[in-house]
Each structure stands twice: as structure tokens, then as C-alpha cells.
């Protein structure tokens, strides 16, 4: 498909008159919701799944994150998870991931919905995430559902298992064809709602139904702002798209706002 810029009704690019202008719009002091997906990890060095370094032996993503590949194999699923979780262990939030978590003290009503599973915002300091697919840190008992810290890598068992009543136990992350969280995905389309101005950063826009969220936002009247280095479905909808990376165009929006910035 070709990309038509000319339709979209985004202000383009990055330059200091359009951070500045971001800028300004925060310091109107509008109700901030952010939206971030696994791009803004991709500074911290945590692989996408789409990526070729993302890729674990001869398996794709799609055929692991899924309830049957776990009902098939647990060992294989949990094999891939443990080498997943030694790669983020050893990663560190970056400058956007600190931002963030800045600016939940700084925007009275801050709402962050992420849909990574890696905690990175979490291990930045932010208190209140809203993680719709789940958190890689956590295990969940296959018969009771009893969620549990586990921040041991490598796992000592694999499979692991239910130290209560030794059922398996697995990711608490969300797979491929399963319902996001009721309780969290309720919060996030609160906040979607609520919010004055949504900054969508390093997600494709295309995983449903977290894609969803920005469109009703700008629906009720928010302003987006994307924060991409490519387009992607949202882009259309935008206000403005900031056409660069996460852990660069994040701080300096933030130094804008520090500073009183002027333009
Ligand atoms: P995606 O892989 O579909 O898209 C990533 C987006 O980030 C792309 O649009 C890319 O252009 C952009 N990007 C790349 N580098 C960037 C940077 N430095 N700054 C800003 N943007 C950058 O990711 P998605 O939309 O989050 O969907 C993938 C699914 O995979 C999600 O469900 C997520 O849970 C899961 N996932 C999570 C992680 C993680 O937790 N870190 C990693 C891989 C996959």
C-alpha cells in the first residue's frame, strides 16, 4: 500500500517549533493519557517480536504466545520465556521510560496504558500502569489464578509450578486470541475517554483492541500526538507526529516543559 501524506491532518516531522508546540499544549495543563508500545523499548536493546532478533530458534512469536502451544508443550512455551526474561532482566528503562514516569507527578490525572509485558516502566518509577497484555515478571497458576511476583532468571524448574497445589504455572501476559484483563481495559478506555491529549508512543496501532484507544480519545474531542519514526494507521488521526525516536523526542519535550521553553 502507498502511504498518502498529504491526507493525513498530522503536523509532520520533528523540529523545535513543533516541540515547542507540543510543549505548549502540555503546559495548558490538559488531562495527559500516554499510550506506548513495544518501541519504546527498543532503546533500552529489548527485541520486537517482529524483528529478525526477535526470532528464538526456528520459532515465530505467533506460534509460542498462544493457549495451545501451552496446552501442547508448557517446556517448549516456558524454554522461550526464560530466554525472553534473561534478555530484559538485563535491560534498563531509557530516557522515555523516565520521562513517563516524571510525568505522572507532574499532570494531575496522568493515565499510562502500555501494552508492553517487559516492566520497564514499572523498574522507571512509574506507580500506575495499566499493563494490557500483562507483565512478563509474573506467573499464574493454570487452576487456582493466583498471580505471583517472579523475578528469578533463569527459572529454576521449567515448567514451573504451583508451590500451593503444583499446577502448572504460566506467563501472566496475555496471548494471541485471548481477552485482555476486563478490570484494566475498563481503566484504559476510562482514561481514554477522560483525557485531554494522548500521546501514542512506539506502537505499529495495529493490536487490537489497544489500537482502539487513541481513535476514541480523538473522538471525544483529545488531541494526539504520535511519537514514531515511521507512520502507521494512527498517523491519519493525528495532530501531530513526531517522526523519531522515543528516547530522544520524549526528554526534549520534557526539557521544553523544565525549561518554560521558550519558542
Ligand atoms: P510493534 O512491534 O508492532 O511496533 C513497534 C513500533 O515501534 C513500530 O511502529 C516502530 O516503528 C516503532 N519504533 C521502533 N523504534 C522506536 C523508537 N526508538 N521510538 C519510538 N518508536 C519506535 O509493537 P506494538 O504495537 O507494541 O505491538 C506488538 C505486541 O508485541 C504488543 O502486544 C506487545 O505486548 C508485544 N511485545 C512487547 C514487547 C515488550 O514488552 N518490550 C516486546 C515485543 C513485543
Redesign the pocket.
Known sequence: MRAIPFLTRAKMTVNNDLLAEVADVLRSGPRLAVL????????SG??????KE?LWKEFR?EDLATPAAFERDPRLVWEWYDWRRGI?GTREPNP?HLVLARWEKRFPGFALI?????G?HRKAGSGAVLE??GN?WETRCTSEGTVAESPETPLPEIPPRCPACGALLRPN??WFGEPLPAEILQKAYEASGACGVMIV???????QP??SLPLLAAGRGARIVE????A?PLTAAADFSLR????E?LPAIDKLLVSGGAR
Request: aromatic share 2%; no cysteine; glycine share 14%.
Open positions: 506506548t508500545g513495544s518501541g519504546i523499548s527498543a532503546e529489548i527485541p520486537t517480536f517482529r524483528g526477535g512469536a530484559i522515555a502500555t501494552q508492553n509485558v517487559d520497564l494490557l497484555h512478563i501476559v496475555v508512543v512506539g506502537t505499529s496501532a495495529l493490536v489497544a489500537a511519537i514514531n519514526p515511521d502507521t523519531g525516536k522515543a528516547g523526542i
